[in-house]
């Protein structure tokens, strides 16, 4: 640069000297090749900023028009082409087109490369070629005179070993809407050893996190060359989540043998949950009826590949009239293509109505790590029946005059097929009909035994003949819980008494004996 503004100065002295100017404009670009960051790690993908710089001569310069000075100390059409030569890179980008490049000025160019991880350290030089045009000489009459130059140089690339993570592989337990364990198994595969080297996973995948967070991290210390560790980490899968590949990212940060912290470049890796073990449910039975306690029971079949432990059933319903005492029944163990019964008991509401319902059973399990999942929910139908009628009740002493007071017995009979205890009836009498002694009692009653139940009934004098009813509510026991059966309506039949009909016979014989003693009289008295 100095010298070209020599040449300029003396040419500019001497056209004045002279009063002539200068016949052709002459100039050459002078490119140089530069890469200022060339240090890398083995086993290293990464960029290369290279540096092309335009330190011109101009041989020949034009004091009228600076413009054509210009000209000639500009390179165009730049293209460079890095190769990687005898070291041990692969060079990832192709040649690269620039454009002008005039006199002064600096151009950066990236270029991709990937060191390969057997790579001997040192420094090697990377072959670099370097294609441009430019006009060397502008006649006094316009013409041009374009030259194509091609420069051949290198530049040094130091390949430098530290410490080098490599994942060899993962494993999991995971399963879909469940926590499991992710575990990496990793080795310094560099020729430095590693100090406070802690590693972070992060998913990629918004329905697989660490406790609710896109990453997490272990701390793992020294780690020698050579070495190869195991590193986990619990991880939450949503229920989306399928068997297939995640990616994940791993990145390893460590202090080196200087002393610095280093980060090594994420390491994608691919993570593959497990598929829900598939249940499915055979034989379904209900014997659920509305206003009772009944079951609902089936068969639960382990349609998997693998073995579970410690398998729970588990089963709800959307239907707000049956609640069940217990919604869990333990399995145990489930072998691949084994069948287990289970059973719940539920209480219908009394004011349910019959037909069928929806039922989801699903399957809580241990895996071999330990791990609890859970299946997907099988839905299956299954019917409420109408309501039951434990007692069969029919009158035996149920004809009462008006204006009296007697027993009222009924027979009841169990109709079911268990044993009933503690039967307590209730009778429910309205006007004209009272009862002073509502209440019988019947210590037991197999299936099919009759038993007779005593009340006290009266009929008022208001009462009119005819055939009334009173309502009869049993409530009763079997070994599991407690029975309503009624109201049950019993027709009690309302009769004239016969001491009535007798005092109005009494009154129409003595009318008649009144009435012919005074027509007697009249006839004795107009005789």
Known sequence: MIRRLVVVVLLLVSSLASGSTVAAVEGTPTLDVALPDHIVSVGEETTLQFTLSND???????????????????????????????????????????????????????????VDDDARPGTYDLPVVVRYTY?????????????????????????????????????????PASTGVVTLTMENVGTKPAANARVVLTSTAASLTFDGAPSGSRYVGSWEPGEQRSVSYVVTAGDAVRAQ???FEVVTTFSDTSGDTVSTDPDAVGVTPLGRIPFGVDDVRSTLAVGDRGTVSGTIVNDGSESVDDAVVHITTPSRA?????????????????????????????????????????????????????????RFSADVAPEREYLAVEPVNATFDVDSSNRFTVRVTNT??????????????????????PESFVPRLEPGESALL????????????????????????TDDRTVVSGPHSVPVVVTESESASSDLLVLGVGTLTVLAVLAGGWWWLRR
Do not use: C, M, W
């Open 416 to 437: 079911g097929d268990e044993p009933l205890t503690d039967v307590d009836a209730h009778l429910l009498a309205q006007a004209p009909l009272s009862s002073d002694a």
């Open 322 to 378: 049956i609640t069940f005492v217990e919604e869990t029944y333990p399995v145990g163990t489930l072998d691949a293509g084994e069948r287990v019964s289970f059973e719940f008991t539920g209480d219908v509401s009394r004011v349910a109505t019959a037909g069928p319902r929806l039922f989801d059973v699903a399957v809580s399990y241990e895996t071999a790590g330990n791990n609890e999942r859970t299946s997907d929910a099988y």
């Open 245 to 247: 590949p995640y990616t």
């Open 454 to 477: 005593n009340f006290e009934l009266t009929v008022s004098e208001d009462a009119v003949v005819n055939t009334y009813a009173v309502a009869l509510n049993v409530t009763a026991d």
């Open 135 to 175: 006009e060397a000489e502008i006649d006094e009459d316009g013409s041009v005179d374009e030259t194509t130059r091609t420069k051949r140089t290198t530049v040094p690339l130091t390949i430098e070993d530290e410490a080098r993570f490599q994942v060899l592989g993962a494993t999991t337990d995971l399963q």
């Open 56 to 114: 011109a001569d101009l041989d020949t310069a034009s004091t009228t028009d600076p413009t054509l000075n210009e000209r000639v100390t500009t390179a165009r059409g730049v293209s460079i082409t890095v190769k990687s030569g005898e070291a041990p890179v692969t060079v990832q980008t192709a040649r690269q087109q620039i454009g002008s490049l005039p006199d002064g000025t600096v151009s950066t160019v990236a270029v991709d490369i990937a």
